[in-house]
């Protein structure tokens, strides 16, 4: 069952530690860093930026990092950000859900995420699963 109350979150694209852009100051400077971790899903370039899918397959993982959000009031900035509209999930580029996370160490966190929400056409895969290998800061 999902926790929707949980205040984590994961973010496997530019809000990570070492991206320079006010909404990763402002998720640092309102949250925890708790671990590095993955996800089950496939990540993808959408046109300079990351968009993760899911995946039936738990071979495939997607890393990131997962933070510990002061208030939840919080991913109603980050769901600007992230264009994710929650009553017209249809209009958003984005959509937010609960995802299961794996830590470094074995442990498990239910955490609020981003998926990407349109058609993959000529997106490429990021096959490493890294963003942070993939795109150079």
């Given at each position: 069952?999902k926790?929707?109350?949980?205040?984590?979150?994961?973010?496997?694209?530019?809000?990570?530690?070492?991206?320079?852009?006010?909404?990763?100051?402002?998720?640092?400077?309102?949250?925890?860093?708790?671990?590095?971790?993955?996800?089950?899903?496939?990540?993808?370039?959408?046109?300079?930026?990351?968009?993760?899918?899911?995946?039936?397959?738990?071979?495939?993982?997607?890393q990131?990092?997962?933070?510990?959000?002061?208030?939840?009031?919080?991913?109603?900035d980050?769901?600007?950000?992230?264009?994710?509209?929650?009553?017209?999930?249809?209009?958003?580029?984005?959509?937010?859900?609960?995802?299961?996370?794996?830590?470094?160490?074995?442990?498990?966190?239910?955490?609020?995420?981003?998926?990407?929400?349109?058609?993959?056409?000529?997106?490429?895969?990021?096959?490493?699963?890294k963003?942070?290998?993939?795109?150079?800061?």
């Amino acid at each position: 069952m999902k926790n929707l109350s949980t205040r984590y979150i994961f973010v496997y694209g530019s809000l990570m530690q070492g991206f320079r852009n006010p909404w990763s100051a402002h998720l640092h400077n309102h949250s925890r860093f708790i671990s590095k971790g993955s996800v089950q899903g496939l990540i993808y370039d959408i046109k300079g930026y990351p968009g993760l899918v899911e995946s039936a397959d738990p071979s495939h993982r997607v890393q990131g990092e997962l933070y510990l959000m002061s208030s939840l009031s919080f991913l109603k900035d980050f769901d600007k950000y992230e264009e994710c509209n929650m009553k017209y999930p249809q209009r958003s580029q984005f959509t937010r859900d609960i995802i299961d996370v794996k830590i470094y160490g074995g442990r498990t966190f239910q955490a609020w995420t981003y998926f990407y929400n349109r058609h993959l056409n000529e997106k490429m895969l990021i096959s490493s699963g890294k963003y942070t290998r993939y795109f150079v800061r």
